[in-house]
C-alpha cells in the first residue's frame, strides 16, 4: 500500500489513555476514526473491484461465456454487502482526500480502459488482477482492523470515565 495508517496520525499514541483529559480523548477517537473512514471507503471500492473481476473469472471458467457481465453485476456486486462483526456507525462523510491514493492503486493493477473491455482482457491477465487486488483488499483490512482495535481502545477509556462518574460537565466538553 502506498500509504500506511501511521503516516496519517500525526502524533504518537499515548500508552496510557488516562493521561489525556475527556476533550483530547475524543480528539483522539476522532482522529483515528477519520483515518479509519478513508481506509474503508477505500477497501468498499476495492471490494467492488475484486468482486468484479471475480465475476468475470467466474463467468468464463463455468462455460457461461455468453452470460452478460453487466446483466450479473447486481448479484456480483451485491455478495458482500455487509461484514462479520458488529457494525460501525455510518458516517455522512467525504472520503479524505488521501483514500482516493489508497484507490488509486487498484487503477495501477487493471485501469478504467481494462475494465471497461474486461471481455478482452486474457485469463492470465485477469485472474493476476484479481489476486493482486485480493491482496490489496486483505491489506487495506488489516489495517482497518488495526485502526478498530485502537478506536475501541480509546472508546473503553471513555466509557470506563463515565462508568466512573464522570461529570455533566465532562460529557459536554
Do not use: C, F, N
Not at 489513555?17 to 477505500?42: F, N
Not at 483514500?99 to 480502459?113: F, K, N, T, W
Not at 487495506?140 to 485502526?147: D, I, V
Request: hydrophobic share 35%; proline share 5%; net charge negative.
Amino acid at each position: 500500500m502506498r500509504i500506511q495508517p501511521h503516516e496519517l496520525i500525526i502524533e504518537h499514541e499515548p500508552e496510557d489513555l488516562a493521561d489525556l483529559d475527556m476533550s483530547e480523548l475524543r480528539a483522539w477517537r476522532e482522529r483515528l476514526q477519520t483515518v479509519e473512514y478513508g481506509y474503508s471507503y477505500a477497501r468498499r471500492v476495492t471490494q467492488g473491484r475484486l468482486d468484479t473481476l471475480m465475476g468475470e473469472l467466474e463467468r468464463r471458467r463455468s462455460g457461461a461465456a455468453e452470460t452478460d457481465l453487466v446483466g450479473s453485476m447486481p448479484e456480483t456486486l451485491g455478495t458482500h454487502i455487509s461484514g462479520p462483526g458488529l457494525p460501525r456507525p455510518t458516517r455522512d462523510l467525504e472520503p479524505p482526500d488521501w483514500a482516493d491514493d489508497l484507490v488509486a492503486e487498484l487503477d495501477d493493477i487493471m485501469g478504467p480502459s481494462q475494465l471497461a473491455e474486461l471481455h478482452e482482457v486474457d485469463l492470465d491477465t485477469l485472474a493476476d488482477a484479481a489476486r493482486r487486488t485480493s491482496t490489496l483488499e486483505h491489506e487495506l483490512s488489516h489495517a482497518r482492523s488495526t485502526l478498530h482495535k485502537r478506536i475501541d481502545r480509546v472508546q473503553a477509556e471513555l466509557i470506563e470515565r463515565y462508568r466512573a462518574g464522570a461529570g455533566v460537565e465532562d460529557l459536554l466538553s
